[in-house]
């Protein structure tokens, strides 16, 4: 867990030296990279809310304050849930509080699944809270193609979906034409 949160946070330090003081950031996690970005977002924000220090959470990019576009396929959250007290269970704060103003109107998580997927699901319907989060969309899609479609083998279609890939690319592209 912590090492992997460790590689986590140096990819975001790396990609903080390249990027202008509060620009947007779009995270793209698949399968078990949803369960590990959730983890590492909800540290960060827990860190933040009680103001105790953290040595993965340096700068806002690490923080993942500008987090604007979160992009999740294949979501195994419903696996690990079933670990934890559901009801319980929080989702990450979305559009982060720090995120700037011209931001929030643009800023989306979207969860997609394929309902022949058996290690993807959709997370709205996790609890109240999930149900409540209003940024958040769930989004079934059809993915491996005709012989993976029809299957378990469709977790490993989503990378191939060109639904989903222009989905992204078009998103990343209004962002990039903000003022």
Partial sequence: YDATHRQVQQSLALLG??????A??????????????NDYILDRQRRTREG????????PVERLDTLTG???FGSNLAIFAA????????PIEF????LADKYR???????YYDRHDSMGFPVKPLNLQFQNLHSLRDI?????GPLLSWNLFSHFGYWRSRKLVKRIAGYMAGLLALP
């Fill in 140 to 144: 079934h899609i059809n993915t491996g």
């Fill in 105 to 111: 109107p643009v800023a989306v998580w979207e969860n």
């Fill in 17 to 22: 030296q390249d990027l202008e003081e509060g």
């Fill in 24 to 37: 947007p950031v779009v995270v793209v996690a698949a399968s078990m990279g949803t369960e590990i970005m």
């Fill in 95 to 98: 559009p982060p509080s720090a």
């Fill in 70 to 72: 979160l992009f999740t």
């Fill in 52 to 59: 105790t220090p953290d040595p993965l959470g340096q700068s």
């Fill in 83 to 90: 670990s934890l007290p559901i009801d319980e269970m929080r």
